[in-house]
């Protein structure tokens, strides 16, 4: 697609992930800070990174992380499936990011496509991190989830903290999925919304539906 796209002179819209970056440390990346995934998916996506850089030069590739929506499978809608069966759920504590609402990330890309279209100068290709304002853990993040589902009328359940020790998975997961999103708000004047705004907006339609 990066090549079809060079091929006939236009830019290319990627989407990417934080587990291009090892997830060591407490702060958020930045675009500039050095990557190192640990597990064959963040090697993939870096690799596909690369490849879309090096096939037409007027990329813009944008990270994202923690995506959820009313749509398709996700966090949110696995916590409330789960509370529809379980009074308590295990959660770990100990991982930090950005929940990011796929409505958001759509906004976004809207907004940098609008931006090529109208600015025929513009010349600041590169790597982008697009993630929800403010970070939390996964176990925070579920709590959230069902403050708004029980607001609304939906299903609710106690979390309970764990360790990502205790929840052992195939794929190593990041403790620090944090991404800086200060670069995609100097260039294209726009940032998400407050993570937990976005999550009642996306509970409406769950749980209206």
Known sequence: ????????????????????????????????????????????????????????????????????????????????????????????SDQWGNPTSALDIADAILRVADRLRTDPAFDAFGIYHLVGSGDTNWSSFAREIFAASSNKGGPLAEVRDILTAEYPTKAARPLNSRLSTDKFFDVFDWRAPKWNISLAQVMDKLVSS
């Open 1 to 92: 697609m990066a090549q079809a796209a060079a091929a006939i002179g236009v830019p290319v819209i990627h989407l990417s992930t934080d587990y291009v970056f090892s997830g060591e440390g407490d702060r958020p990346y930045t675009e500039t800070d050095p990557t190192g995934p640990r597990g064959v998916y963040g090697q993939s996506k870096l690799a596909g990174e690369m490849t879309v850089a090096a096939a037409n030069p007027r990329h813009l590739i944008l990270r994202t992380a923690w995506v959820y929506s009313p749509f398709g499978r996700n966090f949110v809608k696995t916590m409330l499936k789960l509370a529809e069966s379980r009074d308590t759920v295990s959660v770990v």
